[in-house]
């Protein structure tokens, strides 16, 4: 197990679509362990594979003292919503208010590659919802009204970390379950 570098926004890898995991051996397993250590270490809710560079479908969490990880999530979203704080490790010191499910039902497998269940509310479907976008290239700014996403391009723009080229801004082409405003 490793700490890793953390990809920051604007750095391609976080722009594209992660492939579904059909391998579950011992290099996902060090995967797994790698998102954890260095989820922990952040420390930050929850990281996606492409945040280390790994464009496959497999994310870690760390919610209300409960650590687990998903591979090849599919998700069942609750109609009612929640509006709350959010942020990325991707976009280090940035957080806004997001619209979310508030509820979330996630199929996916474990490392071994037994199916699994994980289901939550709040701040879990919260993180989960985050992570699982991170797997389709979205990134929670996406997420935002147009204001608070202009808002968010200024502070990227005058952080310390975000002044290279001008990030282009993916609109999401996917599904928000009716939660899109
Ligand atoms: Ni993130």
């Known amino acids: 197990m490793a700490i890793q570098p953390i990809r920051i926004f604007g750095d391609p890898v976080l722009r594209a679509t992660a492939q579904p995991v059909t391998t579950f051996d011992k290099e996902l397993r060090a995967l797994v362990a790698d998102l954890t250590e260095t989820m922990i270490d952040a420390p930050g809710a929850g990281l996606a594979a492409p945040q280390l560079g790994v464009s496959l479908r497999v994310f870690t969490y760390h919610v209300d003292g409960v650590t687990g990880h998903l ?3 599919d998700l069942s979203l609750s109609e ?24 979330v039902v996630a199929k996916g497998f474990n ?13 879990l479907a919260r993180c989960i919802q985050h992570e699982t976008d991170h797997l389709d290239g979205i990134i929670f700014i996406d997420r935002l009204d147009t204001a608070q996403r ?13 002044s290279g080229p001008a990030p282009v801004v993916k609109v999401s082409p996917h599904s928000t379950f009716g939660s899109a405003r």
């Open 71 to 73: 591979i090849n999530p």
């Open 80 to 103: 009612e919503e929640q509006e709350g704080p959010e942020g990325c490790l991707s976009l280090p010191g940035l957080r806004y208010d997001t619209r979310r499910a508030y509820g």
């Open 111 to 123: 490392m071994y590659g037994d199916p699994v269940t994980v289901e939550g509310t709040q701040l």
């Open 150 to 162: 202009k808002a968010a391009l200024k502070a990227i723009r005058e952080s310390d970390w975000g």
